[in-house]
């Protein structure tokens, strides 16, 4: 068996200590460090955390030597167990890395744990050091003896994170199986006991939805939350997940449960039901290409629309068909993806296949032109499940609902390609959804969400353009005054010749130092002058005369057709037709 023993070395240095013991190394014995962490599409390169690497076979030293950035090679002589000592700096407060200061512990296993060439395969044991006073540890790796962990191989060992310290706990059952909840550095005003019965309508909710009155595939899963001041997103596991919210988002004590959800909760509660989501779609029903994972390199997929798409579709159906939101919430929630891709002129660039696999080297590394270039797969694959679910009703011949679990079904909860989607869509539909996926997924013309939303009771109408929208640029008003972050392809910034980084002073002679102030200014019908600044110097700029569409509204039409209204309550009910 593989062994780790994590000991925290300094907390205020933010420092671990590890010692990897090998039984019978190899003679010549390799190890290196993930380079990724699975769920995360981007080579984060972990290796530059670990520091002060060390051999020892009984009472020698033996020397090391690194053959490339993350990986090493230790000669050993006879087969007495090998030990590796080194040091790993933990300061990341991130879902996807390490962490160690006074207040907290959190690590993933691809920033801690060599991985021993050769024997991946073998169990892997993980034990824990003393700790300090008051602190508990979270995972839902099974426990054995003393502070030890065990995994039956090292990608399980890795598809643990811990979290460590003075946390809330809470814990509820879900689909007949044991849940936790801990969450670090919440006020005292949190309402744990809301975020709990909230959580287990979601995770009850989904069970369902995969396996109907059977049980899930795993025996204990676990919610890390780290509250933080500013910050959310989240990192999906076989059996927990890890997940950063503001601290201001969670639920508080004597808030009226009985009002609408406040939008930061609704946010959070969102992100619970989109990594839980992740347990069935991504972590089990996984592309073909993960079906291993290479840690060494980038391991494209073209499937992420449909991965990381179809799960950010789902997240925030759950909360409505849960009743956690309203209508109106969620279509203001749906109207908000709609519009953030229609903000994007990647749109009509690359196709959501094509952004799925330069994930590794676009979305996660965005700059100014990223919205010119790409789309989002999250987003973007969002509206291609949406077009589908709604195609499918409409056609009254299935849901989408049913398509995911003939998947779930036909893959036995495994790899799956793209002629598999299509194949159950056909399965479902009744007819082949070839031109579909064509044009939706591998095309990049406009989806036809429109049509598909008014026929489910819904209308589509256009709010008033806001000043980022009317100068076609991505507008920040922190300090420093009106700043540019991005400028959007053929749009009447563009044709200014206004560019990132530019502030933005005044427009038709006023003043501009807010997003708000853009009410100042009439519509953008003719030429107006623009003075902007860059790099100290000021820039007497004309705009060009210009009509945008102001960002898409959805609300229920009271007065569709009674067909129209059962397939709107369907759809948000979760029931076929």
């Known amino acids: 068996m593989v062994r780790y023993r994590i000991e925290i070395a300094d907390l205020h240095a933010h420092l671990y200590q590890v010692t990897l013991t090998i039984p019978q190394p190899d003679a010549l014995q390799r190890v290196s460090l993930p380079v990724w962490i699975p769920g995360s599409y981007l080579v984060r390169e972990f290796a530059r955390h670990l520091s002060q690497l060390t051999a020892r076979q009984g009472t020698r030293e033996l020397p090391v030597q690194a053959l490339d950035k993350a990986t090493w090679e230790v000669a050993c002589s006879g087969r007495g167990a090998l030990e ?16 160690l200061d ?24 993980l034990t824990l050091g003393k700790l300090p006073r008051g602190w508990e540890v979270a995972t839902a790796m099974p426990a054995g003896a003393s502070r030890g962990y065990l995994a039956a191989n090292y990608d399980e060992l890795i598809d643990h994170p811990f979290e460590l310290g003075p946390f809330w ?5 879900a689909g ?3 849940h936790e909840f801990v969450v670090a550095g919440a006020a005292a005003s949190f309402d744990g006991e809301r975020l709990l019965a909230d959580a287990r309508r979601i995770c009850e909710a989904q069970i369902a939805f995969w396996h109907g009155k059977q049980k899930p595939p795993f025996k204990h899963y676990v919610f890390m939350l780290n509250a933080v001041e500013d910050g959310h997103g989240g990192l999906e596991h076989r059996a927990s997940t890890a997940l950063i919210a503001k601290r201001r988002d969670l639920p508080r004590l004597g808030q009226d449960k009985t009002a609408p959800a406040p939008e930061g909760y609704v946010s959070l509660l969102g992100l619970i039901s989109h990594e839980y989501f992740h347990t069935w779609n991504v972590k ?7 079906e291993t994972y290479d840690l060494t390199r980038e391991n494209p997929t073209r499937l992420l629309w449909f991965f990381e798409g179809f799960t950010s579709y789902y997240d925030d159906l759950f909360l409505v068909r849960q009743r956690l939101i309203d209508t109106p919430q969620y279509l203001r929630l749906l109207a908000a993806t709609v519009n953030q891709v229609g903000a994007t002129p990647g ?3 690359s196709s959501v296949a094509q952004a799925s696999f330069d994930a590794w080297i676009k979305y996660y590394r965005p700059d100014e032109n990223t919205a010119n270039a790409t789309v989002s797969y999250y987003t973007k694959g969002a509206l291609v499940a ?3 679910d709604l195609t499918l009703r409409s056609e009254g011949r299935g849901t989408l609902d049913a398509v995911m679990r003939r998947l779930w079904t036909l893959s036995r909860g495994g790899p799956i390609t793209e002629g598999d989607i299509a194949a159950a869509l056909q399965e479902v539909g009744g007819r082949s959804f070839a031109p579909e996926l064509a044009a939706w997924v591998h095309g990049t013309g406009e989806l036809p969400l429109a049509k ?32 540019v972050q991005a400028v959007m392809r053929g749009s009447a910034a563009e044709r200014a010749g206004l560019a990132a980084g530019d502030e933005v002073l005044a427009l038709d002679g006023w003043r501009l130092r807010r997003l708000d102030d853009g009410a100042l200014v009439g519509a953008l019908d003719r030429e107006l002058p623009l003075l902007a600044a860059r790099d100290q110097r000021l820039l007497h700029l004309t705009l060009p005369a210009s009509k945008v569409a102001g960002p898409v509204a959805l609300s229920q039409d009271g007065t569709a057709a009674a067909p129209l209204l059962r397939r709107r309550a369907a759809w948000l009910s979760g029931d076929g037709e």
């Open 347 to 349: 749109r009509q660039v």
């Open 284 to 290: 089990r029903l996984r592309p073909s290409e993960f």
């Open 102 to 125: 006074a207040q907290r512990g959190f690590f993933n296993g691809t920033s801690m744990c060599l991985r021993v060439h050769g024997r991946e395969d073998q169990p892997h044991q």
């Open 386 to 388: 949406l077009a589908l």
């Open 176 to 178: 007949g199986v044991a």
């Open 452 to 483: 598909l939303l008014e026929a489910v009771g819904l209308r589509w109408t256009h709010e008033t353009a806001t000043l980022g929208l009317r100068l076609g640029a991505r507008l920040n008003d922190g300090t420093g005054g009106l700043r």
């Open 84 to 99: 590796l000592s080194y040091r790993v700096y933990a300061f990341d407060n991130s879902v996807r890395a390490a962490w």
């Open 169 to 173: 706990r809470g814990r509820f059952k």
